[in-house]
């Protein structure tokens, strides 16, 4: 009977699922380890919110050289965090990565992350782009920039965000919902270089700028521009730099049409990063220091940011095929900054009709 | 007769389809519990005064709008396609009556991707009426996807099958004798499905709508990825922008009253017109043929349908793998995880239901009490029942590693999936007349012997429809997954939505396909299966 045969065949997996997860509990508990360390690999639990197939490769050379082995639980970000306030104590969690300052500011906010000292670490890492706590540490650059028609936009026209306030844009404007990160970031930003009254001003005439209500992502809002929907887009760098590396000729069209600016955001440029933040109870905590700092060695960096198409952090690595050099500024205001503005920029964005 | 109806035997009976009723309740009822009390306890933040002094109104109000055009495509489409395909024939009749179901295996997510990026600015459909047209990207009117009318559009071109499936087997088991009746009487074909089979199949109707448009409350990947703020993605909001799993679970209540409330349209429409088949005289429906013009407009009517929901997303989805060449390495993973996930919920949740089903049959307040609570949990965001799950599992201490997060998932499939299971089940049962059990009872049939060889063969067609529409939901299924799957568990659904939130459509196009696919097989058994299936065939 078809039915009886699932139940069987549903229970023997059953079965087979529960012997591979007791083997990975058993390979995580530190008597374990010690005793059986020849046979048994120490294990890294990490918490990423990225998604690429390249990760693995990262792993892999990270188990080479130090011999733990990484398992990896992907989503994306909020759930991560929901998760891992669920767990408590109890997280497997060793190492949180996430795009995104604003992000990793909402897990020390939640109290899922520790302080961390590495010499390494903080030699590597610009200070501007650590937390001042020591609680995260960017690992890779990602800028926010306008994206512009090359046929009818100058480029010093929009040498700052600010620009975009003007009238010259009425109706020319394409980005993204107002709940994005990105955005909150920008706006966390600007409240931090002009002042919590001119942000929410920007944030009014810029929405009043809109060509359209706000849909879609970054690369939806570029492409809007190639096909002439609006002149200016708010995107971050990479999206313009995967299409101009796509497989496909409609992707690499809309490159030919438009062009970046690294926009001003009143002390230079809009810079974020993805940033790794050892957990507040990581079971493994000296193997989860190790991570970040492999992260921050050149070899971990040009695998970071190889398919992601970010900037490397660390000074001196090379940069990713295609991506033209990133502007010189370094950046002024710590991004510690932008998640504690956060709460205020959603509510911000929302007052002045940003959907 | 005397010992059937014994106290001794009514106790034993009471207890064989109460006890397992009252265990399923309570272990279904704890993650709504525990939503519910975060809710009440956690909820009045000043997040939450925030969103109801901005947001809250336009939630509920775009909720509202989407559920009503869902509700009306849903039933424009399905019930004269559930119609044509059973009472005509037509050139690919036969191909259409299965083909109809096809979008069951397209999630509503899926979808989305997909006709977001055929219908965008940049996309091929625009692109090419500006090329044809000579137009400015700002010259002219285009329908707007990323809008609530744009997501019915969607939600509706997926859950469709829900009614076309329910009102296609209303129709095939009516009596034809009733429907001929009519005829014999001289009603006209038009007053003949309004006065006899609409009112007949009205019930079976009603309920695959109410599934439909709990499913489409509950959609969180479709709205999410247009940027429609319905009460679902107003959860979340509240949830990652502002933290505040209290405030979610309040707007989760908002959603459970919602549910509630479309189960009790439902059973008022049961109550209304609850019709047992009293005929016994089954016989092979006669299709009259349509003429040539309305036989040729029946057949686009049908195919326009398979395009809307399952063909047109697909093929755009498959010309960008192909156009992109991203290759499948590393999607065998999550392919396996996706069925061991899918058959071990679809187990879970078919014993529920059928114990829940056989426990409505006989009626009493925890029966309907095991019903509610299983309605509630389908239209609650799985994220939010996982989050309950989490809690309630906190509470107890359990550590959510290896085995114990699978079950906990597993748990989550059953609150929010049962229902999906015991209404077809319930619906085979009550196509059976009350009198059979009666009958069973007075041969001295034990209530136990009354299960098994009564009851179960009836309710055996319900639960094939059961297993496959679970089969296919947990394969879609994706919040709850996203939280609470443990580590290298991703299923192709996790993939699919990650890459596609990455803005990286060319490496979501192939796990969606595979989802589809995944789900293709046991669409076409159960598709089979209920065209073996009907009364009187054998």
Redesign the interface.
Known sequence: MP?RF??V???S??AA??A???A??TAQTPDTTATEAAAEPQIL?LYSAR?Y?GD?ALYDRFEAETGIRV?????????L???M????A?S?ADVVIAADAGTLW?FK??GLTQSVESEKLDSAIPAALRDVDGHWFGLAKRYRVIAYDKENVAPDSIAAFADLSGEAFDGEICA??S?NIYN?SLLGHLIETQGAEAAEAWAGSVSGNF?R????????QI??V????CQVAIANHY?WF?LAG???E?DRQ?TEKTALVFANAGDGPHVNVTAGAVAANAPNREAAVAFLEFLATETGQTMLVAETREYPVVAGVPLPDGLIPPPDAEPVTPLSRLGENQ?AA??MF??AGW? | MASAFSPKALAGQALLSRAPLGLATLVLAVPLAAAALSAVFAGGGEAWQ?IVS??LLRFSLTTAVVLVLTALLVIAAAIPAAWLVTMHAFPGRGLFEWLLILPLAAPGYVVAFAY?DLM???GPL??AV?EATGL???DYWFP?I?SPAGLAFILAGTLYPYVYLSARAAFTTTSVCAIEAARTLGTPPLRTIWRVALPAARPAIAAGLALALMEAAADFGAADY??V?TLTVGL??A?????D?GAAARMAMLLLVLAAALQWIERGQRGRAGSEATSKRWRQIERTPLPAGPGALAALFCFGLVVWGFGAPLLRLGW?AL???HRG??LWGPLATSL?LA??G??VC?MLGLSVALGVRRGGALAQLARSVLAGGYAVPG?VLA?GA??A??TF?I??????A?LLLVWVYACRFTTAGAEPIGAALARAPASMGDAARALSQSPAQRIWRVELPVARSG??VA?LILFVEILKEL?AT???????W?TLA??AY??A????L??AALPCLMIVAAGLAPVLVLSWQLARSRPGQP
Request: proline share 4%.
């Open positions: 039915a699932s139940l065949s549903s229970l997996a059953l699922l529960s591979c997860g007791n990975a509990d639990t998604h197939d693995e398992r990896a639980r992907e989503s994306r970000a909020a759930q965090l929901e998760t306030k669920a767990e408590g109890a497997p909402r906010d939640a993204r919902s709940s909150l060509a209500d706000p849909a879609g992502g970054d690369t939806d492409k809007a190639a096909a002439g929907a999206y995967r796509s497989e496909s409609s809309v709460v959603q509510r929302d007052r959907p | 925030h901005t947001d977001s965008g600015v940049a625009q692109s500006r400015g990207a700002r707007d990323n247009l940027g703020r979340f909001r949830w990652s922008s502002f933290g799993a960008i156009e992109t060449g390495a590393g061991t058959a071990l679809t187990a078919v994220a989050l989490i809690v599992a906190a201490q550590n959510l590693v290896g085995p114990f699978v639960a094939w297993a919040p996203l939280m609470l799957r443990p580590a290298n991703d996790v993939r990650d890459y939130s990455d803005e990286r060319a490496a």
